[in-house]
């Protein structure tokens, strides 16, 4: 399509609000969210022009979409794709004095290249255990270097009092 299409559109008010109910690119598997779901745009309420028309332009979205291979915990692989979205709008001028976007609502898809892996795994409780020690460890390591820093403190104050100075 091209600008010089809408020719036959030029007195009407063209309105390209639009709301997008489901867009996916392959089957769902849990935790999966899809950014364009219940999307609603609705164009700008300015006010008309001299010749009364309201405001129209260019809804667009640049999509990414990265293959990606889920597999669950029981083994199973599910193929699908998720993607990222950027949406951009651009109000059209008048065709009439020189506007050169075209009104509408469209996407613009980039595929990647790279293949994205998730896979569900269970922890083992000793994995659990180890990182519970860690974080207890971590605890004592950050208060006893607190513990330190206090006392090396106090002492250099005992010592500025035993010598008569002032704080």
């Known amino acids: 399509m091209h600008i010089h299409d809408m020719a036959p559109f030029v007195d009407k008010t063209l309105d390209f609000s639009h709301r997008i109910h489901s867009l996916s690119f392959g089957k769902q598997y849990p935790g999966m969210r899809n950014p364009l779901d219940g999307v609603m745009q609705v164009a700008p309420k ?4 001299a010749q ?3 405001p129209t332009g260019m809804y667009q ?3 990414k979409v990265v293959p990606t291979d889920y597999i669950d915990r029981s083994n199973i692989s599910t193929q699908t794709n998720q993607f990222s979205v950027t949406e951009n709008f651009r109000e059209s001028a008048d065709a009439m004095v020189g506007g050169r976007s075209l009104p509408g609502v469209f996407f ?3 595929l990647s290249p790279i293949k994205v892996r998730i896979q569900e ?7 659990f255990l180890t990182n519970v020690c ?3 460890g971590g605890i004592f390591a950050v208060s006893g270097l607190i513990d330190g820093t206090v006392y090396q403190a106090g ?3 005992k010592k500025k009092i035993e010598l008569g100075k002032h704080i």
């Open 121 to 127: 795994q269970k922890s083992s409780f000793l994995h």
């Open 155 to 157: 002492q250099v104050i």
């Open 52 to 54: 009364g028309k309201k």
């Open 134 to 136: 860690a974080i207890v």
């Open 46 to 49: 300015k006010p008309s022009d």
């Open 61 to 63: 979205y640049f999509l």
């Open 108 to 110: 613009f898809y980039d």
